[in-house]
């Protein structure tokens, strides 16, 4: 079962917002940060379903591994202060 990052930074509003740096403009939110993490799971199944690349394939990006999203500047600015998640996607059957 893969495992992706997500990323979860408090706004000013109290609001937890949560984005997958392999997944490019996938973005939810939640109130508390348990009801962030329960949207980012549907919200990768979610997305994962209809997901398409850049090129037009519908290959599921590579889970990058938190090391290797260390080694990534944006992410690493990105991540700052914020709170770092592994979510599952177990693929539908």
């Not at 000013?12 to 993490?37: K, R």
């Amino acid at each position: 079962m893969p495992v992706y990052i997500a990323l979860i930074q408090k706004d000013a509003s109290g609001t937890f917002n949560v984005s997958f740096p392999d997944f490019p403009g996938v973005v939810t939110a939640g109130d508390s940060l348990d009801e962030a993490i329960a949207e980012a799971e549907e919200t990768l199944e979610y997305a994962a379903e209809d997901w398409r690349n850049p090129d037009g394939s519908t290959g599921l990006p590579t889970p990058r591994t938190i090391e290797q999203l260390s080694n990534d500047p944006t992410f690493a600015d990105a991540a700052d202060g914020g709170t770092i998640v592994e979510i599952d996607y177990e693929a539908a059957e």
